[in-house]
């Protein structure tokens, strides 16, 4: 991360091997071909225990376009140590063609940018760090795109909660990455309508199916509710602000 590309400094949790915390500093910033190699390394440190199913790995030259002038890749660094990286496409021939790839075809002609993958180093999980990086890469996307898109496995209920939480809804449930489940989730940047939350329907976490219906009758999820039982995704219908 050199001075052109540094944005700011944060303090945050780190847990260590042994249970003890510590504050400490980092900095967060516009990454670029330089970090090549901290992006593949924490990448490959991040998905070694993980399937196919759960983290779809990128590889080395689809990282560098995100570096180049096709994407966004923001990065945090501990003690000049790469400790998380969230990188979108903007550039719209690879924007259309991922989306092709995913059989996702918006009603409107919206200008879109994709979230790919965000990853973060354990000792620093817990810091919000999905939420960080995504409020800062939307500062730059605003004035350019009209809409985020991003994929999360349904296996994978830590980090689709936390898509949510940045204001993500679930638009479609696809097969992607050679065959594996994905949650679609797209947000607006500035929506023409609201959501009519006082008449939603819950469906259980795992039901796929019903949640697939939920879509087609042209209901989003917009919540996913934690519970003794279990964990349930909230549905309802949007309706165009006049």
């Known amino acids: 991360m050199d001075e052109k590309t540094y944005k700011g400094i944060i303090s945050v949790r780190r847990t260590l091997d042994d249970g003890r915390t510590m504050i400490v500093p980092c900095i967060f910033a516009i990454l670029d071909m330089s970090d090549l190699k901290d992006i593949v390394r924490l990448q490959g440190e991040i998905s070694e225990d993980l399937s196919q199913d759960i983290f779809a790995r990128t590889s080395p030259e689809d990282v560098a376009r995100f570096l180049g002038d096709e994407g966004i890749t923001i990065g945090v660094a501990c003690n000049g140590r790469l400790i998380c990286a969230r990188t979108v496409k903007t550039a719209k021939p690879w924007v259309d063609k991922s989306i092709s790839e995913l059989g996702y075809f918006p009603t409107n002609d919206k200008k879109m940018a994709i979230t790919d993958f965000c990853i973060v180093d354990p000792e620093f999980r817990g810091n919000n760090m999905q939420l960080l990086t995504q409020y800062y890469a939307e500062n730059l996307l605003t004035r350019t795109h009209d809409t985020i898109v991003t994929t999360v496995s349904p ?13 993500y809804y679930i638009v479609g449930i696809k097969e992607a990455y050679g065959g594996y489940l994905r949650y679609v989730l797209e947000k607006e940047f500035a929506p023409n309508h609201y959501l009519n939350a006082h008449e939603h329907v819950v469906i259980r976490y795992g039901d796929i199916k019903k949640q697939k219906e ?28 006049e």
Do not use: Q, W
């Not at 296996?155 to 204001?167: F, P, R, T």
């Open 214 to 241: 939920a879509i087609d009758s042209g209901m989003i999820g917009y919540k996913i509710v934690v519970h003794p039982k279990g964990r349930d995704v909230l549905f309802a219908h949007t309706e165009e602000i």
């Open 155 to 167: 296996k994978n209920s830590y980090s689709l909660m936390n898509v949510v939480a940045c204001g």
